[in-house]
């Protein structure tokens, strides 16, 4: 051999094995950003599913908690049985363990009657502050862990007390507990100090009281713990490296919205990275082995030049003995229309399942017929889209084994062009099937978390904060009147008439203070459905920060309450109501009053007593007396208006506010019509009427007991004179002939 060709020859071979070295490398390094951002992107929508899981759980919990205290403050006292009875059927029909109720004193009592103060708990000095909370986790004598939910209680916008609600943490335990990376994965729940509220089945084994404390540094250019505590300190989410009791682990961290608390996701990078590590140490040895190769061609090459066909010959034999140890497989093909076989290790035949005879005898030695028929197209397809735009060709397809089963290939070549010859691919092929079921399963759990939310009764909407616009997310349900996207958010959308227009500047101010940096916001208002209806809505907006710390965009749910609204309204006329007559009540009839008075508008109240009554029911019987008191109740409310307050404060008396009048004749007008009204005789040998006695407000009384002494002295005077007419207080002919024990008459 001459210089030349042996200069050549060296030449050939540095170049070749410089190669390697350099492609590997790109080859690993393109794999780990792939798989780091691939894992990123894994955790954060696995958080984001398992978030919106627990604080749906939560919110339903608050919920139904706020609409009870909505209840108990309209109606005005805490403990009498109405409460009672309401407390009972929020427990019959909501998973609550206990309930109790506490004054501004923190004096409480549950359901069962137990008493003590919590005028000390954290939970009770915010709720008397207006701000309700979650408190988790305490123990529960029927429960391993529970949370404790409190609300304040307002009553004329003014806070009487706080109701507090115990529940199980079991079923967000649940959703920790969902498997995670094939349960080897765990989630918690800690405050932003690092204490653990709440730990899923597999943390709880190795469980310490403070999670910062379980974090050690993995390298020092990666995130320290005190860079941790201050992202989670501004309320920030993201991905971070640590140690995790002795563990090399991904974790992210996400706020939760209730509590002030966050949710923790801890996967081992064991877990995540062995389908890489395996891949790079086949690459690894694929490089090594290729690079031997190279230099035993190399090698082969110079001899060529020197030795006979046999050499030659032996050289091919322990080139394939080698490449049949690599890992996965090598294979040669040319190109052309079927990929047709000229090479291809011992791997290649593990991998398929057939053997070389087979491969030949029922493929006729085409690779492209051994590709799943679906793929065979886009291979084709695809493989000549990449070689026209260069020379190296990265596709995945899947492949039927001899045993009828599918694995899918990851297949990296390159085409080789000798002058005069048949251009051939040099393919490496590895079975990647694990990885695609993996993928295939997120695919799934991310569409059957799509599915949940399209098939939810609630609304989902992105707020761009800094673009001012909102996008709606729930398919197939859109914020009424605003169709897909909505810009400048709010202003345009409160220029419609969807916002009801009592509603419209706490609307307003929601949106306002997460674009001013609060963490969440909530409000319920009323929007105009599609059929022209105002509904009643909940909304509640978590705002996403940036790493510096401002708010850039809010997710926000829209849940029509419009049924618990109705629920609450009826509950609060059931308690208010007399089941005989549907007036008013003893205590609504008095509550209503003394509003009324507030206002400082003259006022008649007109006490009714029915005359003989005792005779009809005792003669003609309870359900004839009934049905006479029903026909007064509905004769009373044709005599009064709307605004006027009717109720039913004894066996037959019946009390009326005659509201801003201060016309005499009116006065006297009313009560004369409600004595001819209450004129009946029954079975010829029964008769009633009605006594009356009028006070006049302010001039009679100024608070209602006052009024009540005054009407019920008249109406005495009623009585005493004969019955059946009716007394205006200051036209008694002498007040002084009152009965001195009627003047007792206790006044409520």
């Not at 010959?313 to 229309?337: F, M, W």
Request: aromatic share 8%; glycine share 6%; charged share 25%.
């Amino acid at each position: 051999m001459t210089l030349k060709p042996k200069l050549a020859a060296a030449c050939v071979l540095l170049v070749s094995l410089s190669f390697l070295p350099l492609s590997f490398t790109a080859f690993v390094s393109k794999m780990n950003r792939d798989l780091q951002s691939s894992v990123s992107r894994n955790m954060i929508e696995n958080a984001a599913q398992s978030a919106a899981a627990i604080t749906a759980k939560m919110d339903e919990s608050s919920s139904v908690l706020r609409t009870l205290a909505t209840y108990l403050g309209e109606h005005g006292n805490l403990y009498d049985k109405a409460a009672a009875d309401a407390t009972q059927a929020v427990l019959n029909s909501h998973p609550f363990l206990q309930i109790s109720v506490a004054d501004l004193h923190g004096d409480s009592i549950t359901n069962d009657g137990l008493k003590r103060n919590i005028a000390a708990s954290e939970s009770f000095q915010q709720a008397v502050k207006g701000k309700a909370t979650i408190t988790g986790s305490e123990s529960f004598p029927n429960a391993k862990k529970a949370f404790l939910y409190s609300v304040p209680i307002y009553s004329k916008q003014k806070i009487i007390g706080v109701l507090n609600g115990t529940a199980s943490a079991d079923p967000i335990a649940e959703q920790l507990d969902n498997p995670l990376y094939e349960g080897k994965g765990t989630r918690l729940l800690i405050r932003h100090d690092g204490t653990v509220v709440l730990y899923s089945k597999k943390a709880a084994d190795s469980a310490v009281q403070n999670f910062y404390s379980s974090l050690k540094c993995v390298e020092p250019d990666k995130m320290s713990v005190e860079a941790l505590k201050e992202q989670i300190g501004r309320n920030s989410s993201g991905t971070a490296e640590f140690n995790v009791d002795g563990l090399d682990s991904f974790i992210y961290y996400q706020p939760l919205g209730a509590g002030n608390w966050y949710l923790i996701t801890i996967v081992p990078s064991n877990v995540i990275l062995p389908q890489s590590n395996y891949m790079i140490r086949i690459s690894a040895l694929l490089a090594f082995s290729t690079a031997f190769a190279f230099i035993l061609l190399g090698f082969y090459a110079v001899l060529l030049l020197r030795k006979k066909n046999n050499a030659i010959e032996k050289s091919i034999r322990e080139l394939s003995v080698l490449t049949s140890n690599i890992p996965g497989c090598v294979q040669r093909c040319k190109y052309d229309g079927n990929l047709t076989i000229i090479y291809c290790s011992d791997g290649f035949y593990y991998l398929t399942g057939y053997s070389r005879e087979e491969v030949t005898r029922l493929f006729n030695q085409q690779f492209l017929k051994m590709i799943y028929p679906r793929d065979r197209e886009a291979v084709k397809h695809s493989i000549d889209e990449q070689l026209h735009a260069g020379s190296v060709i990265d596709i995945q397809y899947r492949i039927q084994k001899k045993d009828g089963t599918l694995v899918w290939i990851l297949e990296r070549g390159q085409l080789m062009v000798e002058s005069g010859k048949e251009p051939e691919l040099y393919s490496l092929l590895i079975d990647i099937t694990e990885q695609r079921v993996i993928m295939q399963e997120l695919e799934i759990s991310n569409e059957r978390y799509q599915i949940v939310m399209d098939q939810s009764d609630s609304m989902i909407f992105d707020y761009d904060i800094l673009n001012k616009t909102v996008l709606n997310s729930t398919g197939g349900r859109q914020i009424s009147g605003g169709g897909y996207a909505i810009k400048n958010f709010p202003e345009s959308f409160l220029n419609t008439d969807v916002v009801h227009p009592d509603d419209a500047e706490a609307f307003r101010q929601m949106f306002e203070s997460v674009k001013n940096g609060e963490p969440s916001a909530e409000s319920e208002c009323r929007m105009k459905s599609e059929n022209g209806d105002y509904l009643w809505y909940n909304i509640k907006i978590t705002t996403i920060f940036s790493k510096e710390g401002k708010a850039i965009r809010a997710i926000g749910r829209i849940s029509d309450i419009t049924c618990q609204k109705e629920a609450t309204q009826k509950l609060l006329f059931k308690a208010q109501r007399d089941g005989l007559t549907e007036l008013l009540n003893k205590i609504a009839t008095q509550n209503l009053i003394e509003q009324a008075l507030n206002d400082n508008e003259p006022c008649a109240l007109y006490m009714i007593d029915v005359d003989h009554f005792k005779e009809v029911n005792d003669n003609l019987g309870h359900m004839f007396g009934d049905a006479v008191l029903a026909d007064i109740g509905s004769k009373l409310k044709k005599l009064f208006r709307t605004t006027d307050i009717l109720g039913r404060i004894g066996g037959d008396e019946f009390m009326v506010l005659l509201k801003n009048v201060d016309d005499h004749a009116l006065i006297v007008e009313k009560a004369m019509a409600i004595t001819q009204c209450l004129q009946q005789t029954f079975n010829t040998c029964y008769s009633i009427s009605g006594s009356v006695g009028v006070a006049l407000f302010p001039k009679d009384g100024k608070s209602y007991a006052e009024l009540y002494q005054k009407a019920d002295m008249a109406l005495y005077e009623a009585k005493r004179s004969g019955r059946n007419r009716f007394v205006l207080f200051h036209d008694r002919a002498d007040s002084s002939e009152t009965c001195p024990e009627h003047g007792k008459k206790n006044i409520p």
